[in-house]
């Protein structure tokens, strides 16, 4: 009788934990955000949510020895949307950024795309291994992807509280951004894989 394995067994933790730690550094200024805003207000969450970027993103470089794109390009923005609503004192500004995050990098992959580039096959070439064709399927997905998150913020904050926006924000972009994964990202990953191999 063979030994059944314990699935924590077949996980390989020295693979996950860069991704644990990612997302720790990731979820961390979002959380203190949403804490402080509950506590002091936009303003004080604010200030703290700039402050915990710049840390998030020096210690994704002391401990992961790299900074990804998105991280980086998201807490300059932040830093930029952040001290002009701290110096003008008007939260516009920070409920914007995520809409200016999101145009962005939709609009840079659906520039790529009409020079008929994928440009996350740049970015994640080194991870995924996917044939022409679902590098293409998958740019678009996330291309669109993001111009939704776009419009979804622009509906929430306009038409709802602060409080509302920083908890849609925190709690609600996560999950949306894991279904989408699950539901459209994986299958691609799994049927344009070379090979015929799993994702």
Not at 39 to 46: P, S
């Amino acid at each position: 009788m063979s030994e059944e394995k314990n699935p924590a067994e077949e996980l390989n933790w020295e693979e996950l934990k860069p991704q644990l730690i990612k997302l720790g550094l990731e979820l961390g200024p979002l959380v203190l955000f949403f804490i402080l805003n509950g506590r002091a207000g936009i303003f004080v969450a604010t200030a703290w949510f700039m402050g915990a970027m710049v840390v998030s993103l020096v210690l994704s470089w002391l401990i992961l020895k790299r900074i990804a794109v998105m991280p980086l390009v998201t807490g300059v923005v932040v830093l930029i949307f952040g001290g002009l609503t701290l110096y003008l004192q008007d939260d516009t500004f920070i409920k914007l950024k995520p809409t200016i995050v999101n145009m962005l990098f939709g609009g840079v992959l659906l520039g790529g795309l009409l020079f008929g580039h994928s440009l996350l096959r740049y970015v994640f070439g080194d991870v995924y291994k996917l044939r022409d064709e679902g590098w293409r399927i998958l740019t678009w997905r996330w291309t669109i992807f993001f111009f939704v998150l776009a419009l979804i913020n622009e509906i929430v904050w306009r038409n709802f509280s602060t409080d509302f926006w920083v908890a849609f924000k925190v709690w609600g972009i996560m999950p949306l951004t894991l279904i989408f994964s699950f539901v459209l990202v994986v299958p691609v990953l799994n049927k344009y894989a070379p090979s015929g191999e799993e994702a």
